[in-house]
Protein backbone atom coordinates (compact mmCIF):
# COMPACT_ATOMS: atom_id res chain seq x y z
CA UNK A 1 0.00 0.00 0.00
CA UNK A 2 1.66 3.64 -0.89
CA UNK A 3 1.00 5.99 1.13
CA UNK A 4 2.12 10.08 1.65
CA UNK A 5 1.87 13.06 0.37
CA UNK A 6 -0.92 14.30 -1.64
CA UNK A 7 -0.56 14.54 -5.67
CA UNK A 8 -3.23 17.30 -6.40
CA UNK A 9 -4.60 16.82 -10.02
CA UNK A 10 -5.81 20.11 -11.44
CA UNK A 11 -9.07 19.24 -13.90
CA UNK A 12 -11.04 21.19 -16.31
CA UNK A 13 -13.94 18.57 -15.76
CA UNK A 14 -15.72 16.70 -12.79
CA UNK A 15 -16.08 14.03 -15.38
CA UNK A 16 -11.95 13.34 -14.90
CA UNK A 17 -12.56 12.30 -10.92
CA UNK A 18 -13.80 9.40 -11.10
CA UNK A 19 -11.39 7.75 -13.58
CA UNK A 20 -8.44 9.06 -11.58
CA UNK A 21 -9.57 7.81 -8.28
CA UNK A 22 -10.37 4.10 -10.48
CA UNK A 23 -6.60 4.40 -11.49
CA UNK A 24 -5.90 4.85 -8.06
CA UNK A 25 -7.40 2.28 -6.51
CA UNK A 26 -6.53 -0.16 -9.41
CA UNK A 27 -2.62 0.29 -9.77
CA UNK A 28 -1.51 2.69 -7.07
CA UNK A 29 -3.64 1.86 -3.51
CA UNK A 30 -3.36 3.94 -0.96
CA UNK A 31 -1.92 7.00 -2.93
CA UNK A 32 -3.80 10.46 -1.77
CA UNK A 33 -5.31 12.18 -4.86
CA UNK A 34 -6.47 15.66 -4.07
CA UNK A 35 -8.96 16.86 -7.05
CA UNK A 36 -8.90 20.59 -8.12
CA UNK A 37 -11.96 20.81 -10.49
CA UNK A 38 -11.52 24.53 -12.69
CA UNK A 39 -14.09 24.31 -15.43
CA UNK A 40 -13.70 27.96 -16.06
CA UNK A 41 -10.40 26.80 -17.24
CA UNK A 42 -11.04 25.12 -20.40
CA UNK A 43 -13.75 26.94 -21.60
CA UNK A 44 -11.64 30.15 -21.69
CA UNK A 45 -9.05 28.46 -23.60
CA UNK A 46 -11.01 27.01 -26.10
CA UNK A 47 -12.89 30.22 -26.81
CA UNK A 48 -9.23 33.05 -26.20
CA UNK A 49 -6.21 30.37 -26.07
CA UNK A 50 -4.58 29.00 -23.76
CA UNK A 51 -2.36 32.25 -23.26
CA UNK A 52 -5.32 34.47 -22.12
CA UNK A 53 -5.80 31.71 -18.77
CA UNK A 54 -2.38 31.70 -17.81
CA UNK A 55 -2.95 34.12 -14.85
CA UNK A 56 -6.15 31.86 -14.07
CA UNK A 57 -4.05 29.01 -14.59
CA UNK A 58 -1.57 30.69 -11.88
CA UNK A 59 -4.33 31.27 -9.58
CA UNK A 60 -4.66 27.45 -9.29
CA UNK A 61 -1.36 26.20 -9.15
CA UNK A 62 -0.73 28.44 -6.37
CA UNK A 63 -4.34 26.89 -4.33
CA UNK A 64 -3.23 23.55 -5.42
CA UNK A 65 0.51 23.64 -4.24
CA UNK A 66 2.92 23.74 -2.62
CA UNK A 67 3.54 19.86 -3.53
CA UNK A 68 3.13 18.52 -6.91
CA UNK A 69 0.31 18.92 -9.50
CA UNK A 70 -0.67 16.96 -12.52
CA UNK A 71 -2.77 18.72 -15.05
CA UNK A 72 -4.98 16.49 -16.61
CA UNK A 73 -6.26 18.90 -19.54
CA UNK A 74 -4.40 18.83 -22.45
CA UNK A 75 -5.12 22.32 -23.65
CA UNK A 76 -3.68 24.41 -20.79
CA UNK A 77 -0.84 21.77 -19.88
CA UNK A 78 1.67 23.68 -21.46
CA UNK A 79 0.62 26.87 -19.94
CA UNK A 80 0.69 25.29 -16.82
CA UNK A 81 3.79 23.90 -17.20
CA UNK A 82 5.64 27.18 -17.99
CA UNK A 83 4.54 28.65 -14.81
CA UNK A 84 6.37 25.77 -13.00
CA UNK A 85 9.32 27.26 -12.15
CA UNK A 86 8.13 30.97 -11.86
CA UNK A 87 5.98 29.41 -8.65
CA UNK A 88 7.73 26.84 -7.39
CA UNK A 89 5.41 24.23 -7.86
CA UNK A 90 6.61 21.03 -9.82
CA UNK A 91 3.68 20.91 -12.42
CA UNK A 92 3.44 17.71 -14.59
CA UNK A 93 1.15 17.46 -17.62
CA UNK A 94 -1.04 14.23 -17.76
CA UNK A 95 -0.09 13.97 -21.15
CA UNK A 96 3.74 14.12 -21.43
CA UNK A 97 4.18 10.30 -20.33
CA UNK A 98 1.87 8.94 -22.97
CA UNK A 99 3.71 11.58 -25.41
CA UNK A 100 7.27 10.28 -24.51
CA UNK A 101 5.90 6.32 -24.82
CA UNK A 102 4.75 8.00 -28.50
CA UNK A 103 7.89 9.16 -30.03
CA UNK A 104 9.75 5.72 -29.21
CA UNK A 105 6.81 3.71 -30.21
CA UNK A 106 7.01 5.23 -34.22
CA UNK A 107 7.98 8.10 -36.41
CA UNK A 108 3.91 7.93 -37.67
CA UNK A 109 1.53 9.49 -35.49
CA UNK A 110 -2.12 9.87 -35.52
CA UNK A 111 -3.20 12.47 -33.05
CA UNK A 112 -7.13 12.32 -32.11
CA UNK A 113 -9.01 15.45 -30.38
CA UNK A 114 -12.33 16.08 -29.64
CA UNK A 115 -11.40 19.57 -28.76
CA UNK A 116 -9.89 21.78 -31.42
CA UNK A 117 -8.21 23.91 -28.71
CA UNK A 118 -5.89 20.32 -27.69
CA UNK A 119 -4.50 19.78 -31.27
CA UNK A 120 -1.99 22.21 -31.11
CA UNK A 121 -0.55 21.58 -28.00
CA UNK A 122 -0.74 17.78 -28.49
CA UNK A 123 1.55 18.06 -31.47
CA UNK A 124 3.95 20.83 -29.65
CA UNK A 125 4.37 18.33 -26.97
CA UNK A 126 5.03 15.43 -29.17
CA UNK A 127 7.89 17.24 -31.38
CA UNK A 128 9.64 17.97 -27.94
CA UNK A 129 9.64 15.12 -26.67
CA UNK A 130 11.02 13.70 -30.43
CA UNK A 131 13.88 16.46 -29.96
CA UNK A 132 16.20 16.06 -33.25
CA UNK A 133 13.72 13.10 -34.41
CA UNK A 134 11.57 13.72 -37.69
CA UNK A 135 8.21 13.15 -37.07
CA UNK A 136 5.20 12.81 -39.21
CA UNK A 137 2.32 13.94 -36.95
CA UNK A 138 -1.44 13.72 -38.51
CA UNK A 139 -3.97 15.34 -36.85
CA UNK A 140 -7.79 14.67 -36.46
CA UNK A 141 -10.78 15.98 -34.96
CA UNK A 142 -13.13 13.93 -33.94
CA UNK A 143 -16.71 16.17 -35.09
CA UNK A 144 -19.75 15.54 -32.79
CA UNK A 145 -18.24 13.62 -30.25
CA UNK A 146 -17.42 16.50 -27.31
CA UNK A 147 -21.55 17.34 -27.94
CA UNK A 148 -21.88 13.97 -26.36
CA UNK A 149 -19.38 14.43 -23.94
CA UNK A 150 -20.93 18.06 -22.62
CA UNK A 151 -24.43 16.40 -22.71
CA UNK A 152 -23.26 13.07 -20.38
CA UNK A 153 -23.51 10.48 -23.33
CA UNK A 154 -20.53 8.65 -22.27
CA UNK A 155 -21.05 5.96 -23.93
CA UNK A 156 -21.88 8.08 -27.28
CA UNK A 157 -18.83 10.12 -26.99
CA UNK A 158 -16.29 6.96 -26.39
CA UNK A 159 -17.69 5.29 -29.41
CA UNK A 160 -17.52 7.69 -31.93
CA UNK A 161 -13.96 8.23 -30.91
CA UNK A 162 -13.19 4.54 -31.16
CA UNK A 163 -14.90 4.67 -34.64
CA UNK A 164 -12.51 7.30 -35.62
CA UNK A 165 -9.67 5.57 -33.93
CA UNK A 166 -10.61 2.48 -36.41
CA UNK A 167 -10.38 4.30 -39.70
CA UNK A 168 -7.31 5.24 -39.19
CA UNK A 169 -4.33 4.22 -41.46
CA UNK A 170 -0.68 4.44 -42.21
CA UNK A 171 -0.12 5.50 -38.83
CA UNK A 172 2.66 3.96 -36.33
CA UNK A 173 0.68 4.74 -33.18
CA UNK A 174 -2.54 6.47 -32.53
CA UNK A 175 -2.53 8.98 -29.77
CA UNK A 176 -5.65 9.94 -27.87
CA UNK A 177 -4.68 14.11 -26.73
CA UNK A 178 -7.61 14.11 -24.16
CA UNK A 179 -8.08 12.13 -20.85
CA UNK A 180 -11.57 12.11 -21.14
CA UNK A 181 -10.97 10.11 -24.36
CA UNK A 182 -8.91 7.03 -22.64
CA UNK A 183 -12.35 4.81 -22.63
CA UNK A 184 -11.94 4.63 -26.25
CA UNK A 185 -8.60 2.65 -25.93
CA UNK A 186 -10.59 -0.47 -25.00
CA UNK A 187 -13.45 -0.25 -27.73
CA UNK A 188 -11.11 -0.29 -31.08
CA UNK A 189 -10.77 -3.17 -33.20
CA UNK A 190 -7.34 -1.44 -34.77
CA UNK A 191 -4.12 -3.45 -34.48
CA UNK A 192 -2.44 0.10 -34.29
CA UNK A 193 -1.00 1.07 -30.70
CA UNK A 194 -3.36 3.65 -29.48
CA UNK A 195 -2.10 5.44 -26.70
CA UNK A 196 -3.91 7.40 -23.47
CA UNK A 197 -2.85 9.88 -20.86
CA UNK A 198 -4.27 8.31 -17.29
CA UNK A 199 -2.49 5.74 -16.29
CA UNK A 200 1.22 6.67 -17.36
CA UNK A 201 0.45 10.31 -15.79
CA UNK A 202 -0.89 9.33 -12.70
CA UNK A 203 1.81 6.76 -12.36
CA UNK A 204 4.73 9.40 -13.59
CA UNK A 205 3.03 11.99 -11.10
CA UNK A 206 3.55 9.73 -7.75
CA UNK A 207 6.47 9.32 -8.61
CA UNK A 208 7.59 12.87 -8.41
CA UNK A 209 5.67 12.99 -4.99
CA UNK A 210 7.55 10.38 -3.74
CA UNK A 211 10.65 11.66 -4.83
CA UNK A 212 9.45 15.30 -3.17
Known amino acids: MVTGPDLTLLHTSPAHVPVFDAL ?3 SHPGAALRHLVVPQLLERARAEGPEAVAPAVREALVEAGPGPVLVTCSTIGATAEALATELGVPVL ?3 RPMAAVAVRTGVRIAVLAT ?3 TLAPTVELLAQEAGAEPLAIR ?5 GAWERFEAGDTAGYLARV ?15 AQASMAGAAE ?8 LSSPAPGLAAGL ?6
Open 93 to 95: RVD
Open 207 to 212: RQVAAS
Open 139 to 143: AHLVD
Open 24 to 26: RDR
Open 115 to 117: VES
Open 162 to 176: AAVADSVADADVIVL
Open 187 to 194: LVRTRIPV
